[in-house]
Each structure stands twice: as structure tokens, then as C-alpha cells.
């Protein structure tokens, strides 16, 4: 290998070499079968939810409900997108980098704004056990959805000057080549990479004090508020499962480093361990924002069985049921 070769060019080189060694066919079927299948599952709960949410007025003007369908569109795209480039990686392998850099930006937005939501909804579940005089005041759905914009104008800010930097600092020629769709194959400046370890330990630390802080003033509440004890339960409870979600979350910050000391242990293993990481990662916390308000959520529940059920065995809600009451 020649010497005066680039730090990228010495790192690609070996990942190349170290990937090159491909899955069997059968090996890579069943895998790419089963998170296809994962995603038509998931895309099936998604879009039950989100009609359900968009059939019945009464979640519009409700700010928990407008932050929760928000997660499940933002999951949703994220989902899809990670899961295309996931199949593309297989059946390609070297994609156009000005494709690969477009599908990149839209799965890091999506995966940076799912933090930003769970503090949004820990921040109204807060607001709603210990301020709840003033709750309709603060969380109306005007506000809700310009704090939605917020967080993805911030996302947008953030991650649009990577693909600025990355046009003024490479050549024209560069988006023409076809690379591995990683994200450090694309934006492969160190100083990207520094800028987004700095900003995933920023946004960790902002989310998690949040949670921390909503969490506990949930909890003292629940002791104090006997009357109103079971809704501050419940609302500690889900304020905790977005703690869960947000260390899920967490994960997709670290898994790069995880997965290469990983792979340095068991390089024979490089694909095992990524198809693994990639299920824990970005799969599997996809299934709790349904879970925590879709199924444990006994109003939107309601209305979720009311329509999918009727829609699934083509029965016709009747006059009441259309009529929200």
C-alpha cells in the first residue's frame, strides 16, 4: 500500500478488504427476508395508527397525541429508508454517492429528531401532571406544531452544513464514484466526524437532563397528588419508557465504535455483527412508540380497535363511532 495514502484511504481500504468476504446466498436472503419482513409489519402498525389518528378530530387539538404521531411518521421514514439502503447494500453493494448521500441525510435527520421528540413529550407529560391548571394554556396544538418545526429545523441546520462542507471541500468527480453507503464514506472530512461525536454528546446530555428532571418531578407528584395519583403514575411510567427509547437511541451513537471493537475481536464475524447491531439499533426501539401510546394508551387504543378492527373484518363503524363520541 502506497505510504502517502490518506487516512480514509488506508481505513476504506481495509473495511473494504474486510466486507468483501460475502455473505452466501441463502444467508443473505434470510436476512434481508427477515428485516423486510420486520418492516412490513411495522409499516402495517404505523400507518393503523396514523389513520386512526387522522379519522378521529378529537387527537388534532391534543398536543400528547400530536407529538406521538409525529414519532411514528419521523420512526417510519427512518425505518423505511435504513432498511432500503440496507437491501441496496446487498444487492449493489457500491452505490452513487450523490444517492447515497441524499437516503443518508433524511435517515440522520430522522434519527437525530427522534431524541428531540421524546423530550417534547416528556416536557408536555410534565407540564400536564404538575402544571395542570395552565396545561391548556402552554400546550396548545399551535404551539406543538411549531416546536415540531423547530426540531426539525435544528436537524436540518445541523446535518445540510455536513453536505455543504462536503461540496466545498471535494471534487465534482467525487459524486460520480460509487462507494459503500456509510455515513464516513460520504462525509469523510475528520472534522465531520468530530463535529458529530461533539453534537451526539450535546444532544444526549440535553434529552437525558430532561427526562431525568420531568421523570422525577412526575414521581414526587404521583406521592403528593393522591387524587390524582393514577394519571401521574401513569404518566411517570411513560416518561420512563422514553428513557428506555432514549437509551435505544443512545445506541445509534455508539454502535460504530462497538461494532469495530467487535469486529477487531471477531473479524470473521464483521457481517453477523453488523446485521446484529443494525436489528438492536434501528429496529427495535421502532417498536416502542406504538407500544406506549398505541396500545398503553387506553383512549387511543380505544379508537385504534374501533377503526383497524372495523377495517380489517370490513365492517362499518356506525353513526356514533363516526362521530367520536
Known sequence: MNSTASPFETSYKNYSTAVLVRDTYTKAFMKNLTVVLVWFILSYINVSVVVTFFKNQVFYEDPRYILFIHMVINDAIQLTVTIMLFVLSYIFYFINVSFCCFFMLVAIFTTRNSPLILACMAIERYIAVCNPLRHAQICTAQRTYVLIGLTWFLCLVTETSDLFFTLATESIGFF???????????????TLSNKMKALDCLYFLVVFLTLV?????????????????SSAQKARNTIFLHGIQLLMC??????????????????????????????????????????????????????????????????KPTNEDEMGH
Do not use: H, M, W
Request: hydrophobic share 45%; charged share 20%; with cysteine.
Open 176 to 190: 460520480y464514484t460509487s462507494v459503500f453507503c456509510l455515513r464516513k464514506n460520504v462525509f469523510r472530512a475528520p
Open 250 to 315: 443512545v445506541l445509534s451513537y455508539i454502535y460504530p465504535s462497538i461494532e469495530a471493537v467487535l469486529s477487531t475481536l471477531f473479524p470473521a464475524q464483521l457481517l453477523d455483527i453488523r446485521y446484529s447491531t443494525y436489528l438492536i439499533v434501528y429496529i427495535l426501539p421502532r417498536f416502542l412508540s406504538p407500544i406506549i401510546y398505541g396500545v398503553r394508551d387506553t383512549r387511543f387504543r380505544k379508537y385504534l380497535k374501533r377503526y383497524f378492527v372495523c377495517s380489517l373484518y370490513k365492517v
Open 213 to 229: 428532571y420531568t421523570y422525577l418531578r412526575v414521581l414526587f407528584a404521583a406521592r403528593a397528588l393522591s387524587s390524582e395519583r
